[in-house]
């Protein structure tokens, strides 16, 4: 047993004892927990007292959790407090980013341009279903206080695990290339084509550097900050809503009325981009990170409830924000696109003397990013071209930023990596920026834009990788406890993860059709089908397989007091007990009880009966691994503790 001293947030003089326990397996599993406050003359456990980090344990993906956010207390409002909200609003506005990236923007400026406001129903509805899935995500890091990504490495083996990696950094790569590419476009269109595109991704690249050190400064700093571009996008695209004006009874039929009057193949095809376009795989991964920013007692049930409850709230505030900024876009192109002939644009270019005029001088009407912006200043003047693009701007700085994020996190998550943070930044920015820049390079601007459709069938391919393992381990109750999925929401959540997945196999399939009519692509297509169709067949087997992951104290999981290495045990990936030390040798700290299995439930707890409640809230005299203590002989054994430590 050894004693360190420390420091927490807010400047208190803390000590804290550690002991190595030898699991079964031979790997060494550090415990700790802290005392009071250094001037308090006696060391008595206090019940349900939260297991703190020393100041010298760092989580593996510590890059946005210098510091937490302190929850207040409101006494006065017991039911649901301003106060308490303030504090857990963050995480989802950050996770909203995603649905207003430059691939979203695109998305709804070609559905109003093919559909008018016909799709808006579709819109809000895939905005409903990712509201589901970010609750579940976020609800997976409050339980357990690991993000997606961990949890995916102590449940699944090696190679399942380092396959379903790979099909994560592929969805964030597909992802970064737009958001990038959408970024180097508004300077493009900013310094009217003096900015080429490649200059526009290296500026980007610097940049999101130096705006992910905010957090240095703060991390309501930097939260700010991106509320703040969150901002300007309302402002920008809100300006071009006003301009245009568009039919308000057309704007709520269309919203509230699923159905597609006279669509053909077009509408149903751009129908299921927005879905595609709308949830993103990355992102599930995200949210489940980014809620771990907030100092959570998971040791009580009730915190772990108003967590969970304050960051749906806050979550659904900022998808209905995100919501209102992708039906602006869209209302814009179906009242001033929609119906146009191109004539009539390249006219209205002219005449208004419009840089870049010349993409509408063709025999085809299409409309993206690029044309979106200009076509808006040939309508409207300049100003709503420069308007766009600052709006265009902050969606994608706003994006990659977030984007680097997730890869960081997605990256240190699956692989477990402990590298010095400008390392991490540097590698995994550099493993989605190097494609971009290489496209960038050798491709003009109208070649960019019309990648869109590619990318987004590439993330929409990704999305099982996603929505699988969040649904297996929200319904497991060996890793959520008492708060796991309903039977209800767990078959819910199933059927409309299934839908999901196969509009976007649908979505997938029209792609294929555009690809060159050769034997060798027809080979090559249908042996990457085949190895897609098995693996995600083997993750959803592995989801109806019983889990016997044992309880975990989430804050010792997340990097803390629990440390684990790379060498440890996918703790579902068996049908047996978990290999986290299937019988471990663990010394007897003075209770009653022998030692038993991690996650077993036996007379008292494994780990010395002590009197901290389950990161679950399953019962209050649940321990930190899930069994269950007597509370006199938690009170006994603590007596003993002190005596012997004395």
């Known amino acids: ?175 970064d290339m737009q958001e990038v590419i959408g970024t180097a476009i508004a300077f493009y269109l900013l310094s009217d084509g003096k900015i080429p595109l490649y200059a526009g991704v290296l500026i980007t690249i610097a940049d999101t550097f130096t705006f992910l050190f905010l957090d240095k400064y703060g991390l309501r700093k930097l939260e700010g900050f991106f509320a703040f571009l969150i901002l300007i996008m309302v402002v920008t695209f809100g300006y071009e809503y006003v301009m245009v004006a568009p039919d308000q009874p057309a704007l709520l039929r269309g919203m509230f009325v699923p159905f597609c009057e006279d669509c053909g193949p077009d509408q149903v095809l751009q129908a299921v981009a927005i879905i595609g376009a709308i949830i993103m795989p990355h992102n599930i991964y995200l949210h489940s990170a980014l809620v771990k920013s907030r100092d959570v007692d998971r040791t009580k049930r009730d915190h772990i409830q108003e967590a969970n409850k304050y960051f749906f709230v806050e979550a659904a505030i900022a998808l209905f924000i995100s919501f209102l900024i992708n039906v602006f876009v869209t209302a814009v192109f179906a009242e001033g696109f929609y119906g146009r002939n191109i004539t009539q644009v390249y006219d209205s270019c002219i005449e208004r003397e419009v840089p870049h005029a010349s993409v509408f001088n063709t025999t085809n009407l299409e409309v993206d990013i690029f044309r979106g912006g200009v076509f808006l200043g040939c309508q ?51 493993i989605a920026i190097f494609p971009t820049i290489l496209v960038a390079s050798f491709s003009g601007i109208q070649d960019l834009t019309q990648m869109n459709d590619m990318l987004n069938v590439l993330m929409s391919m990704q999305l099982p990788f996603a929505l699988i393992p969040i649904l297996t381990f929200t319904s497991s109750e060996s890793i959520m406890g008492d708060f796991k999925n309903g039977r209800l929401m767990s078959v819910f959540t199933a059927l409309l993860a299934v839908l999901v997945i196969g509009i976007n196999l649908f979505f997938i399939s029209v ?81 009653t009880a022998k030692t038993s299995e991690f996650g077993s439930t036996p007379n008292a707890s494994d780990i010395g009966s002590t009197p901290i409640a389950s990161d679950f809230g399953s019962t209050p005299n649940t321990s930190e691994y899930g069994s269950r203590a007597n509370s006199s002989a938690v009170e006994k054994d603590h007596t003993k503790r002190n005596t012997s430590s004395q």
């Not at 007990?577 to 007897?588: C, I, V, W, Y």
């Open 1 to 175: 047993m050894t004693f360190e001293k420390w420091r927490d947030s807010s400047g208190v003089s803390r000590f804290t004892w550690k002991m190595e326990v030898q699991t079964g397996s031979g790997n060494a599993v550090g415990l700790e927990d802290s005392s009071q406050r250094e001037n308090q003359s006696d060391s008595r456990w206090q019940e349900n007292q939260p297991i703190r980090a020393n100041a010298s344990s760092s989580s593996v993906a510590s890059a946005y959790f210098n510091n937490k956010i302190i929850i207040p207390e409101d006494q006065q409002h017991p039911i649901f407090s301003f106060k308490k909200l303030w504090a857990f609003t963050g995480p989802g506005f950050l996770m909203s980013i995603a649905y207003l990236d430059p691939g979203n923007i695109e998305s709804d400026l070609r559905s109003g341009s093919v559909a008018q406001f016909k799709l808006l129903w579709v819109l809000m509805s895939a905005t409903f279903l990712g509201l589901l899935m970010q609750r579940l995500s976020a609800r997976l890091g409050v339980v357990t206080g690991m993000h997606l990504a961990e949890v995916c490495y102590r449940s699944y083996p090696r190679v399942p695990r380092l396959v379903l990696w790979i099909m994560v950094e592929i969805a964030i790569i597909g992802s």
């Open 380 to 430: 409207f003047g300049l100003a709503a071209m420069y308007i766009w693009a600052v709006g265009i701007l902050a969606a994608g700085q706003s994006s990659t930023m977030t984007g680097t994020y997730t890869g960081q996190f997605v990256m240190e998550g699956f692989l477990n990596l402990k590298w010095k943070r400008w390392i991490r930044v540097l590698f995994t920015r550099s």
């Open 511 to 591: 792609y294929i059709h555009s690809l060159p009519s050769h034997w060798a692509v027809y080979v090559a297509v249908s042996v990457l089908v085949i190895l897609y169709l098995t693996f995600v067949l083997y993750l959803c087997l592995s989801c109806l397989k019983p889990r016997e992951t044992p309880y975990v104290l989430s804050e010792s999981i997340s990097g803390t007091s629990l440390d684990l290495d790379s060498e440890t045990p996918d703790f579902g990936s068996t049908a047996n007990a978990s290999e986290f030390g299937s019988t471990p040798k663990t010394p007897d700290f003075g209770s």
